[in-house]
């Protein structure tokens, strides 16, 4: 993350944030959207999701339907780092459970479920670890995101080399 | 209606149909019932299941015929091969991830999609199972939820939202994890929902039911030392009969007594002894209020339901809600007190089961506060250390005595009539429309007048307060006073008589606000597959009864009367005020 998004992170305020979108179109999805990305761990802490609810006068339970809908929502903090791995099926048969395997191991991550969950966060928040149905990117497969960055043709060699190097970078 | 009727051809046959009706009816109306699962007239059409496709000449696709229109000259293949099988694949994939427990299910024998199953000739699921198994909430007094039996039609979500404007719950997730949740999945218990019911009475599954408390109660009819005391609510002997299999509005209040008795019940009185005795505080509340200076409009609180709805979302307004307990709880203080000092029994040996129409009484029964008699005897030094006992020991409702009538064997139809017994068994008409939207109003008018004005009611029937409009509004005049009134049911419209009166813009001096469609007969513990229709035939058998009764007005009860003159005195009093009033207080969710 940018220092400039660590900046406006202090700058704006929920209420301002909410002001903003209210009454528009979408606005909850919206709100939630801006929200997240203000939180240091890009994820909508329960308070927040009580505040949404509260200020927008909207019922608690569709606050939560909505932030459960979007897989790009987050209930749990995420970590500073990203490690998404496609599991659609032209990657899948080309390996990406074993890269989703190698990823797991080598962030020290242990009992994650994939029929269960679609993401996994390390207990320091150094690296989440996510599930997509599929990237769109299927000539490249297998396909994996790391920091946002898409890398295609993936091996398990070069995505414990990609991880070793985030741990290398320090905190961001 | 529309003006302009169109002709359809439904399986070739020409019929004209009113264009503002959807497919469904236009077929129904051409003989054809077409299946569906989804949808429910008047609470919920989102079109999910697929089940009710029909083949539209010209459309490419099956069209869902609950949401579909008609047009001119349309051509419908109701049961064409494809039909037939796009139906039965829809409901095979449900059935793939729906739990085989029909033979154990609170449902079994009143779930739609059992017969769904069946009308479709579902014989084998060719579908593997690919939802995860879901965990049961039971965190409510009044309703279970397993989700593993829903079938995500949408119903409860609507019922609650649209219906009640309670929200406790939605749709959450997406693809194979959507699901209905409550906030952070945490169960009702920690949401705002009121334990209505309505959502169970709308689900076509076994998704949602009451909590069972059927056990408990046989448990106690077993024991020996035991006074068993049961009383039913006004509501259950015009919905009795239905749960078990009797025509809508079958009124069996005989039958229900004879069949209580033969379950093994002590004593079966009724809890319409204490409506009339709800009357006889609520109207001197009334009264008081309206003459000595208090709280106005005062709004009834005989509904759990509602009352933890303005706990939860009006706590500023509580100040409006009548001190009345509700007369299942009124029954029960009483019954641990002044019964049991009159009929020689230790109040800690009995039991009170009641039999109601609401899922919203199981929490009233087990609110802490609502313990009357125990403190009653406690203050005389009559308890042990360490003993406790509620008023009320479980809140039964219809559906679960149906089960148990059921269970017993008992023919209810073949049963003779029988009458309540002596003293808590007497009631009046009055007491019985508390069964039905508007009955509290006219039961309170009908006293309220009498000892206002010292003169005879010239009709007792107040027909502005009757029937099943969603808000209903009457003035009386009370001796030059002009009284003015409101009637709402379901929490939707209670919400649009607060909002006035929070806006400080209420015209009215008495509001009655029940929880559920239609009143009690409308409850969320009452028969399932619940439509307008049989909510008016519920309706007017509590007016049939009404008659029946001869006596009408609560005031004229000679047991109740025999309870102030014995027992507590004078309505409001301190007596009154330790057993039969109650206090409420705001709700965090
Ligand atoms: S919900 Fe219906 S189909 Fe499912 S187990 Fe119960 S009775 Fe059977
Ligand atoms: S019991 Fe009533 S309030 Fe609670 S979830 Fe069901 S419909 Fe909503
Ligand atoms: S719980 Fe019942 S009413 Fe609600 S969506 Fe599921 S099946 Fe439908
Ligand atoms: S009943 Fe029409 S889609 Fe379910």
Redesign the pocket.
């Known amino acids: 993350m940018s220092s400039t998004a660590t900046a406006k992170r202090r700058e704006v305020s929920l209420p301002e944030v909410i002001e903003k979108h209210q009454g528009r179109p979408g606005a909850l999805l919206s709100i939630l959207e801006e929200v997240q990305e203000l939180e240091k761990f890009r994820y909508l802490p329960e308070t927040t999701l009580r505040e949404i609810a509260e200020r927008m006068k909207v019922p608690l339970a569709q606050v939560y339907s909505v932030a459960t809908f979007y897989s790009f929502f987050n209930l749990k903090p995420q970590g500073l780092h990203s490690v998404v791995v496609c599991r659609g099926t032209a990657c899948h048969t080309r390996g990406s459970l074993e890269l989703l395997e190698a990823s797991l191991k080598r962030l020290g991550i242990e009992g994650f479920r994939e029929d269960e969950e679609n993401s996994v966060t390390t207990v320091d928040n150094f690296c989440s670890v996510r599930t997509v149905a599929c990237f769109g990117q299927c000539a490249l497969a297998p396909v994996v995101q790391i920091d946002g960055v898409i890398s295609s043709r993936m091996t398990v060699g070069k995505l414990t080399a990609a991880i070793d190097k985030l741990r290398k970078g320090g905190q961001k | 209606m529309s003006d302009k009727m169109v002709t359809i051809f439904v399986d070739g046959h020409a019929t004209v149909v009113d264009p503002s009706r959807n497919l469904l009816e236009a077929c129904a109306q051409a003989g054809v019932n077409v299946p569906t699962l989804c949808y429910l007239k008047d609470v919920s059409a989102n079109a999910s299941c697929g089940v009710c496709v029909v083949e539209v000449e010209g459309a490419r696709s099956l069209v869902r015929s609950c949401v579909g229109r008609v047009s001119e000259g349309m051509k419908i293949a109701t049961s064409s091969p494809r039909v037939l099988r796009a139906r039965k694949n829809a409901v095979e994939l449900l059935l793939a991830n729906h739990p085989t427990d029909c033979l154990v299910c609170a449902r079994n024998g009143s779930c739609e999609l059992q017969s769904t199953a069946e009308k479709l000739g579902v014989r084998k699921v060719r579908f593997p199972r690919t939802r995860k198994p879901a965990t049961i909430d039971e965190s409510t007094d009044g309703i279970v ?1 397993d ?1 593993d039996k ?8 609507a019922v609650c939202s649209e219906v009640q404007t309670v929200s406790a719950i939605q749709l959450a997730g997406r693809g194979i994890r959507t699901h ?1 949740a409550t906030f952070m999945d945490r169960g009702l218990g920690t949401s705002p929902c009121v334990q209505c019911g309505q ?1 169970s009475v ?4 076994g ?2 039911t009451e909590r069972d408390e059927t056990e408990a109660v046989w448990k106690a009819l077993a024991q020996s030392g035991r006074t068993t005391i049961v009383q039913t609510a006004p509501a259950i002997r015009a919905s009795l009969g239905e749960a078990l299999g009797m025509k809508p509005g079958s009124l069996v209040t005989g039958k229900m007594v004879a069949a209580l008795r033969r379950l093994g019940f002590d004593r079966v009185f009724d809890t319409q002894f204490a409506a009339d005795l709800t009357i006889m505080e609520e109207g001197n509340e009334l009264i008081r209020r309206l003459t000595q200076g208090g709280k106005l409009p005062m709004i009834t609180s005989c509904s759990p339901g509602w009352i933890n709805f303005i706990e939860t979302f009006y706590p500023a307004l509580l100040g409006h809600l009548s001190t009345c307990k509700s007369p299942q709880q009124m029954f029960g203080a009483v019954a641990k007190s002044y019964y049991a000092e009159k009929a020689g029994l230790a109040p800690e040996s009995i039991s009170v089961a009641s039999i109601m129409p609401c899922t919203a009484k199981k929490h009233e029964a087990r609110r802490p506060e609502m313990r009357g008699a125990f403190e009653y005897w406690r203050a005389k030094g009559a308890t042990k250390p360490g003993e406790s006992y509620y008023d009320v020991d479980w809140a039964l409702t219809t559906r679960e005595l149906a089960r148990m009538v059921k269970r017993a064997g008992i023919d209810i139809e073949s049963l003779p009539e029988e009458d309540f017994d002596d003293p808590l068994g007497r009631s009046t008409g009055a007491a019985t429309i508390f069964g039905t939207t508007g009955g509290v109003m006219e039961a309170a008018l009908r006293t309220v007048y009498e000892v206002v004005t010292g003169k005879a009611l010239p009709s007792l029937d107040f027909e502005a307060v009757r029937g099943l409009e969603g808000i209903k509004k009457a003035e009386v005049d009370l001796n030059g006073t002009i009284v003015r009134v409101a009637v709402a049911h379901t929490l939707k419209n209670a919400r649009i008589i607060l909002d006035e009166i929070a806006a400080g813009a209420s015209p009215y001096h008495f509001i009655e606000v029940m929880t559920c469609p239609g009143g009690c007969i409308g409850g969320g513990g009452q028969p399932v597959l619940i439509d307008l229709e049989k909510r008016l035939a519920r309706n007017k058998a509590m007016y049939v009864e009404d008659l029946r009764l001869g006596m009408r007005k609560s005031h004229e009860n000679a047991s109740v009367q025999a309870l102030y003159a014995d027992f507590l005195g004078e309505p409001l009093g301190h007596l009154s005020h330790e057993l039969l009033h109650t206090e409420y207080a705001p709700r965090e969710v």
Do not use: D, F, M, Q
């Not at chain 2, 829903?150 to 979500?157: E, K, P, S, W």
């Not at chain 2, 709308?202 to 599954?205: A, I, Q």
């Open positions: 939820r989700n829903c079938i995500l039609c949408g119903r409860c979500v209905v959502c709308v689900c076509p599954t998704a949602i």
